[in-house]
Nanobody, 123 residues
Framework: QVQLVEAGGGLVQAGGSLRLSCTAS????????LGWFRQAPGKEREFVST???????VYADSVKGRFTISRDNAKNTVDLQMNSLKPDDTGVYYC?????????????????WGQGTQVTVSS
């Protein structure tokens, strides 16, 4: 069992930055792949980024070059640094943990979810 708690959301102007942090608890944290998803109002939850075994990172095309995911196993955290934010980045951001694999874009491939943190980017 893994529990995930996100923090760091807020309101920012376009072009600004935010850093999201997800803290995990549970004995088997280090055995899970971690990732971030987001959900805009009226839209489906979508993949944002994941960090795989060996610290390989994957990003959605819409955030590539602007967002950076990182993981600290000693602190049981996974962070998402978001730069050059755009109004289209607005939404609730969720941290997720799962067994890994190539199907990381699919929300059904993830076992555990945080409660989400709101990110609002004003134009």
């Amino acid at each position: 069992q893994v529990q995930l708690v996100e923090a760091g959301g807020g309101l920012v102007q376009a072009g600004g930055s935010l850093r999201l942090s997800c803290t995990a608890s549970g004995r088997t944290f280090n055995s899970y792949t971690l990732g971030w998803f987001r959900q805009a109002p009226g839209k489906e939850r979508e993949f944002v980024s994941t960090i795989l075994w060996g610290d390989a990172t994957v990003y959605a095309d819409s955030v590539k070059g602007r967002f950076t995911i990182s993981r600290d196993n000693a602190k049981n955290t996974v962070d998402l640094q978001m730069n050059s934010l755009k109004p289209d980045d607005t939404g609730v951001y969720y941290c997720a943990a799962g067994p890994g694999g190539s199907n990381y874009h699919n929300i059904r491939a993830w076992d555990y979810w945080g409660q989400g943190t709101q990110v609002t980017v004003s134009s």
